[in-house]
């Protein structure tokens, strides 16, 4: 857990301000954060008045610790314990019903049913996701191919399987999709820390856990530049409303 708290990505500041935009998003707006995790995007939500209340519902209680945790000093920030499916929130409650890299996990007609639910009329779903570029530089392209060879189900939950079907999740309802550049730079520490932190990487304990590590560290020496090296991402942001 505390690899996922330090090292996951945040998200460009370029989001809010389609939200704002584009979703009517404003200080005084109720937002649903689904699968809000330990709240790296809920306190984006939250900061400089971005919305009124937000809501973080979170099934997994280590996660929905951290992230009470970490928003302990936003008193509009309320923690929820519930699902994509089944959220606990009330009827036709919310403005905006977020998912922020989550909603591949979702069972997508129950999500969207409950969506449609605690949305008041005209209110919005936002679906977006990091996609870490695979082949943009050649230190990315060896990270993907350690991820292949390390990976346990890396290639079942590529966010790119569910981006491709997207559209399943909003029709009939249109939807519009924006894409923002974004970049998350590690010394060699946080690097390990991010790979960890992923879902499909083994851990302490496992037999390809040494052997990864040590590929790694082969791949920041080459790599490096003045100690770092970078993930650039491509931030994919998926907005309609539903119903």
């Excluded at 209110?123 to 943009?136: H, I, K, P, Q, Y």
Aim: with cysteine.
């Amino acid at each position: 857990m505390g690899n996922y708290v330090r090292y996951r990505p945040a998200y460009p500041a370029a989001v809010v301000d389609l939200l704002m935009s584009e979703c009517g998003l404003n200080s005084a707006s109720v937002v649903a954060d689904i699968a809000s995790g330990t709240g790296i995007f809920t306190r984006i939500l939250l900061e400089d008045g971005n919305a009124g209340r937000v809501f973080g519902v979170e099934p997994n209680a280590e996660m929905r610790n951290a992230g009470e945790e970490f928003l302990r000093t936003y008193p509009n920030f309320t923690s929820v314990e519930g699902t994509a499916e089944a959220t606990t929130l009330a009827d036709h409650s919310v403005d905006l019903v977020t998912a922020a890299q989550a909603a591949h996990w979702f069972d997508r007609e129950k999500a969207r049913r409950e969506f449609i639910r605690i949305c008041k009329l005209g209110g919005w779903a936002v679906l977006l996701w990091n996609e870490r570029r695979t082949d943009s530089t050649p230190f990315l392209r060896e990270y993907e191919k350690l991820l292949l060879t390390y990976g346990t189900d890396y290639e079942n939950v590529r966010h790119e399987r569910t981006t491709e079907e997207i559209g399943t999740f909003f029709a009939p309802s249109p939807f519009q999709v924006r894409i923002f550049d974004y970049q998350q730079a590690f010394e060699y520490q946080a690097l390990e820390g991010r790979l960890l932190s992923s879902s499909y990487t083994p851990q302490a304990g496992e037999a390809t856990y040494l052997p990864m590590l040590h590929d790694l560290r082969l791949i920041f020496d080459a790599y490096q530049v003045d100690g770092s090296v970078a993930f650039d991402y491509d931030t994919r942001v998926y907005f309609g409303q539903l119903g």
